[in-house]
């Protein structure tokens, strides 16, 4: 018992504590806040169409733990059910993070350590091909709002992970862990964000994700008025396009993503792109993005 106990304790209290005074308060999560996170994660995992899988989960989690945990993803650490579950993350670093992105996988947890994902399909669009719809670019015109790259991305996150409409109120898998290793990748002219301003210079939407060679991985999105992340993300895909990006990857099915011409794909095809591409260069900025053009305007 011993033996499983050690690696477990090891991987359960990696936090990394190379992060600013600043991020320390901002990506802070409380005790409260922490309890809530893990009973509705909890929650979550045992709902009718993912109850079946927890018991697997925990057996092939606890028998990654006693070997240590997983330090890159593969097939080879890969399981059939859960649904792309590929081991428990063991010594997660920013530069783990992108070689496994370069592979299709993103560390992800509700509660408990990171856990090393993919999915059987993914949701995908180019760039070039993205929708943007009619309310969003009838604003857009408008001028109403300002959109930005890179300006705000610690509070983009934070704000990515907050309580929102159709989502219970903390339950979220942008963890203190994952914003200190996005953050990271940000720093490091990996991971970007957009950002949408009113007219009082408020931050009322945005998004943010990582550039891996020519494939973007969206991770997460959020509004504070109507519209708001439909126009950033519309900046985003404008610019990707013309960056040279050939993908946007938003992981999982949504009916809004169909709505701005994401599909579905099978992750061998989707592998397949990322072969090709994961390591390609494009003409986007090294570093700090900057929105170059307004995409309204060319429509």
Same mark, same amino acid.
């Given at each position: 018992?011993?033996?499983?106990a050690?690696?477990?304790?090891?991987?359960?209290?990696?936090d990394?504590?190379?992060?600013?005074?600043?991020?320390?308060?901002?990506?802070?999560?409380?005790?409260?806040?922490?309890?809530?996170?893990?009973?509705?994660? &909890?929650?979550? +995992?045992c709902?009718?169409? %993912?109850? *079946?899988?927890?018991?697997? $989960?925990? /057996?092939?989690?606890?028998?990654? #733990?006693?070997?240590?945990?997983?330090?890159?993803?593969?097939?080879?650490?890969?399981?059939?059910?859960?649904?792309?579950?590929?081991?428990?993350?063991r010594?997660?670093?920013?530069?783990?993070?992108?070689?496994?992105?370069?592979?299709?996988?993103?560390?992800?947890?509700?509660?408990?350590?990171?856990?090393?994902?993919?999915?059987?399909?993914?949701?995908?669009?180019?760039?070039a091909?993205?929708?943007?719809?009619?309310?969003?670019?009838?604003?857009?015109?408008?001028?109403?709002?300002?959109?930005?790259?890179?300006?705000?991305?610690?509070? &983009?996150?934070? +704000?990515?992970?907050?309580? %929102?409409? *159709?989502?219970?109120?903390? $339950?979220? /898998?942008?963890?203190?862990?994952? #914003?200190?290793?996005?953050?990271?990748?940000?720093?490091?002219?990996?991971?970007?964000?957009?950002?949408?301003?009113?007219?009082?210079?408020?931050?009322?939407?945005?998004?943010?994700?990582?550039?891996?060679?020519?494939?973007?991985?969206?991770?997460?999105?959020?509004?504070?008025?109507?519209?708001?992340?439909?126009?950033?993300?519309?900046?985003?895909?404008?610019?990707?396009?013309?960056?040279?990006?050939?993908?946007?990857?938003?992981?999982?099915?949504?009916?809004?993503?169909?709505?701005?011409?994401?599909?579905?794909?099978?992750?061998?095809?989707?592998?397949?792109?990322?072969?090709?591409?994961?390591?390609?260069?494009?003409?986007?900025?090294?570093?700090?993005?900057?929105v170059?053009?307004?995409?309204?305007?060319a429509?």
């Open positions: 018992m011993a033996n499983v050690a690696p477990f304790m090891e991987i359960v209290a990696q990394g504590d190379d992060i600013t005074a600043s991020r320390r308060e901002l990506f802070r999560e409380t005790m409260r806040q922490r309890l809530t996170r893990w009973v509705l994660g &909890v929650a979550y +995992a709902q009718p169409k %993912r109850a *079946g899988d927890v018991p697997l $989960l925990l /057996w092939h989690a606890t028998a990654d #733990m006693a070997r240590g945990g997983t330090r890159e993803p593969g097939e080879a650490t890969l399981h059939a059910r859960p649904e792309g579950f590929a081991g428990v993350a010594d997660v670093t920013p530069a783990r993070v992108l070689a496994a992105a370069r592979k299709g996988y993103f560390p992800w947890s509700h509660c408990g350590p990171l856990k090393w994902w993919t999915r059987d399909s993914r949701m995908v669009v180019d760039p091909q993205y929708r943007l719809s009619k309310d969003a670019r009838r604003i857009m015109r408008k001028g109403t709002y300002r959109v930005t790259f890179d300006e705000a991305f610690d509070e &983009v996150i934070k +704000a990515c992970a907050a309580p %929102r409409k *159709g989502r219970a109120a903390g $339950l979220t /898998w942008i963890t203190p862990k994952i #914003m200190k290793l996005y953050a990271a990748l940000h720093d490091q002219g990996i991971a970007h964000s957009f950002e949408v301003w009113d007219a009082e210079g408020e931050l009322v939407g945005g998004g943010y994700g990582i550039a891996v060679g020519r494939i973007f991985y969206t991770e997460s999105q959020f509004s504070r008025a109507s519209n708001t992340s439909k126009i950033g993300f519309g900046y985003l895909n404008h610019h990707l396009a013309k960056w040279g990006f050939v993908l946007n990857d938003g992981k999982d099915f949504t009916p809004t993503l169909k709505d701005m011409g994401f599909a579905l794909i099978p992750r061998a095809e989707f592998e397949a792109v990322l072969a090709q591409n994961a390591r390609a260069e494009t003409s986007a900025p090294q570093g700090k993005w900057h170059e053009d307004d995409p309204g305007a429509k």
